[in-house]
Each structure stands twice: as structure tokens, then as C-alpha cells.
């Protein structure tokens, strides 16, 4: 059944407050109608940030992959006027980060991470977030009432495994969370707390590098420390940036995505009965959730050093511009009936056009294979421990954090016990 995600048309139900107000989020949450529109008439329209900066926005497929690939496309942002996402210190600011850098530094710090998440390293985190999964879930089915899956599951998961890739103490979770969710804040939050927010961040992060150069271990921070110490790969600044970018994308964007997913799956009850019916669906469930609804973030920010011509027109040597990476993910030249939520489209021996969840060219995220691995792992878990789940209320009464980076449901009620 298909959501109308590419309708034109405002949606009467979609809910107020929203940080973007020239994309206004579908009737359970996001993706924005507005897509649709403009992918069509406006496809490098100018577009109102959070912050007030207003940039031209790239809304299709094609010239979205043109500039992640683009050499000239800069990720340095840091010049008088540049535009940003939000308001205050954001996460365009830290020149030692690897999500700031273009080459050479960033292909330095790349070649550095290569070994850690590949499919074989993923293969052997997979039994372990297996384990986490299973247990979560069942702790879902032992609640005779409603239970919160945001809470509960969906950034449970996702914590506990960074955390233990870390090596990090799972009392310290709660604290990740605050601090994260300060930081991705667009509106609900001043620019003093996301800075002091940032701040403690960073000071833990040094912290914990620290502890583990004092305490040598096996963890993935001792593979940086070793990096740093050894051979000075690594920048001290460029070591704390990274433990810090991993803890914010770890269990922030991953707990996003299970719970929007969830919330598309059990939206139309037929689906999640299909799945549960059949968990061999997840990987192909996966990549449409991606497609449809991941990460939960509405776009990224790049500055051509040189002019270059796209489908929609011409972007000029200087020129910051906001890739719309949900609204290439909705785009019909690209993906068929783009619009329709199918997991069908993934299944098979011939895959379409691969979604942008996680970006494309030099910069594809580092993290996709943990990523698309515990998502695997959520939804199997879900299918197979909860088969009879479902919502607690109708969709359209789902509350949406929508002043944030990461746009998500605030809370996502569910029955999932042996009666649901």
C-alpha cells in the first residue's frame, strides 16, 4: 500500500512545529510531500535552513551523485559567511573531523579506518548484536501493556553496541544521549547548550582516549590510539573527533532509522504481517526502510570550488548548496513508483539504483556495513520475537522530534506481548 510521500499537495495531517517549514513532513512523519514538487519544477530551488541561511537545494537523484562525486565538491565550510545547518557551533565547525575534510586528510584518515568496518570485521560483531537484539525484543513481549519501542528498543540497540565497540562503560549511555541530542538540536535547544553540549562531549572523548592508552585493550578506541601513537597517523585533535563523530552517528541515526522503520512497517498492518510471515524479507525491508526513511537526517552541505552544469541547472565555483539526499531517494527517475513504499524493489537478483542513505563517492559513510548489519539484526529480532506487534494508537497521533538533525518519533507506543 503506498504512502503518499511524493504528493504534491500540503498534507492536512502533517504536524505542526516543524523546524523545515518549506518541507513539511508526510502523514506519519517524514518524507515531505514538497518533494515531489520539487524534484519536478524546482530541482536546485533555494531553501530556508533551520539556521536562517538560505542555500539552493539539490532534489534529484542524478545531481545529487554528480556533486558527491565531484572533486571540487568541498566539505570545508569554514569561511566568512558560509552557510549552516543550525544555528550556533555545529558540526560544519571542527576542522579535525573526517566529516570536514576533503583530500588529502581525508583520504589519510579513510585509509587509517579501512580495516575496521569491513564485511568481515561486521561478520564478527554480528552474533553479539544478534544476542542484544533478541534480548530487547523480548523484554518488549514480557510488557502485558503498551511499551515505548523508542525507549526501549530502538536506541537500547544501537547504544549498547557502539558502546561496547568502544569500550565504553554501559552506564555512560544515558549521558550519550542527552549530550547527542542537545547537539542535533536545530530549535528545541539554545546555541549555548549545543555548544556546551559539544564540549562535554569532546571532553569525555578525550577522556576515554586516555583511559584507553592508560589501559590498553582490544577495543575499536585502542585501534585509534594505536593509529595516534604510533607513526603520529592521527592528529590528538583528529583522534578525539573521530571517537566523537562515532558516538554521535553510532546510536543516534541507527535508533532513527529502526524506529521510523517500525513506524512505516506497522503503519500498514499487512507489511509487518508479511515480514513476520517471512523474516527472510528483512534485508530487502532493510533497504527500502533506507531508501523511504533513513537515515532521518534532511540533507548535507558542500561548497563547489568550481562551476559545474547538472540536470537543474548550473551551481557556480563558490557556491554552497544543500543536497537533499531523502528527496534523490524519492526520485522517479531513479526508482520506479518512487513514491511506494516496496521492499519488493531490493529483492532479487537485479537491485535498482543504490539509495543514498549513506552518500556516495569518496565520502560513503564508513559506518554503512554496522549500520545496514544491526538494522538487519533489529528487524529479525522484531519479526521473529514479535510477530503480533502493532501500534498502541493510529499513526497520525505519532509525536515527531522535528527541530532536530535527525528527525525521529519522540516516542513510538507498541503492544508486543504473547496477546498482541
Known amino acids: ?27 506519519y512523519g517524514p518524507p515531505s510531500p514538497a518533494f515531489a514538487e520539487r524534484l519536478a519544477a524546482a530541482p536546485v530551488a533555494p531553501i530556508t535552513l533551520p539556521s536562517g541561511d538560505r542555500v539552493r537545494a539539490i532534489a534529484r537523484y ?9 572533486p571540487a565538491a568541498s566539505r570545508n565550510l569554514r569561511y566568512p559567511g558560509a552557510p549552516r545547518v543550525t544555528a550556533g557551533l555545529g558540526i560544519e565547525d571542527d576542522p579535525s ?7 588529502p586528510d581525508h583520504t589519510r584518515l579513510r585509509r587509517i579506518l579501512s ?14 548484536v544478534r544476542e542484544i537484539a533478541a534480548g ?46 542537545l547537539f542535533l538540536s536545530t530549535a528545541g535547544a539554545s546555541a549555548d547548550d549545543r555548544v556546551t553540549a559539544a564540549l562535554e562531549l569532546a571532553a569525555y572523548a578525550g577522556e576515554l582516549v586516555a583511559a584507553h592508552r592508560a589501559r590498553p585493550g582490544g577495543d575499536l578506541i585502542d585501534v585509534l590510539v594505536q593509529a595516534r601513537d604510533e607513526g603520529d597517523r592521527l592528529s590528538e585533535d583528529e583522534l578525539v573527533a573521530l571517537v566523537f563523530g562515532l558516538v554521535l552517528a553510532g546510536h543516534e541515526t541507527t535508533a532513527a ?15 509487518w ?30 561548497r563547489m570550488t568550481e562551476r559545474v552544469e547538472l540536470s537543474g541547472g548550473t551551481v557556480e565555483a563558490g557556491e554552497a548548496v544543500f ?14 513508483n518512487a513514491a511506494e513504499f516496496d521492499p519488493a524493489r531490493f529483492a532479487g537478483d537485479a537491485p535498482p539504483s543504490p539509495h543514498l542513505a549513506f552518500g556516495h563517492g569518496p565520502h560513503y559513510c564508513l559506518g554503512a556495513n554496522l549500520a545496514r548489519m544491526e538494522l538487519q539484526e533489529a528487524f529479525s529480532a522484531l519479526a521473529e520475537r514479535t510477530p503480533g506487534l502493532r501500534l498502541a494508537d493510529a499513526p497520525e497521533g505519532v509525536a515527531w522530534v522535528d527541530q532536530a538533525i535527525v528527525q525521529r518519533p519522540a516516542a513510538l507506543p507498541v503492544l508486543a506481548g504473547e496477546d498482541a
Open 97 to 103: 573531523s573526517i566529516l570536514n575534510m576533503d583530500a
Open 115 to 128: 580495516g575496521t568496518f569491513t564485511p568481515r570485521q561486521i561478520a564478527g560483531w554480528r552474533p553479539r
Open 323 to 336: 543536497l537533499l539526499l531523502p528527496a534523490g531517494n524519492l526520485d522517479p527517475e531513479a526508482f520506479p
Open 273 to 302: 504481517a508479511a515480514l513476520a510471515a517471512d523474516p527472510a524479507l528483512v534485508p530487502a525491508t532493510v533497504e527500502e526502510i533506507l531508501r523511504y526513511d533513513g537515515p532521518g537526517g534532511i540533507g548535507l552541505l558542500r
Open 62 to 70: 542524478a545531481d545529487i551523485r554528480t556533486i558527491m562525486a565531484h
Open 136 to 181: 530487547l525484543a523480548d523484554g518488549l513481549r514480557a510488557e502485558a501493556g503498551p511499551v515505548d519501542l523508542v525507549e526501549e528498543f530502538a536506541f537500547p540497540l544501537p547504544s549498547v553496541v557502539i558502546c561496547e565497540l568502544l569500550g565504553v562503560p554501559p552506564g555512560d549511555q544515558a549521558r550519550f544521549r542527552h549530550w547527542t541530542g
Open 257 to 271: 532509522q529502526i524506529s521510523r522503520g517500525v513506524l512505516r512497517l506497522l503503519s500498514h498492518p499487512e507489511r
Open 1 to 27: 500500500m503506498p504512502d503518499a510521500a511524493a504528493s504534491a499537495a500540503p498534507d492536512p495531517t502533517a504536524a505542526p512545529g516543524t523546524a523545515w517549514p518549506e518541507l513539511p513532513p508526510g502523514r
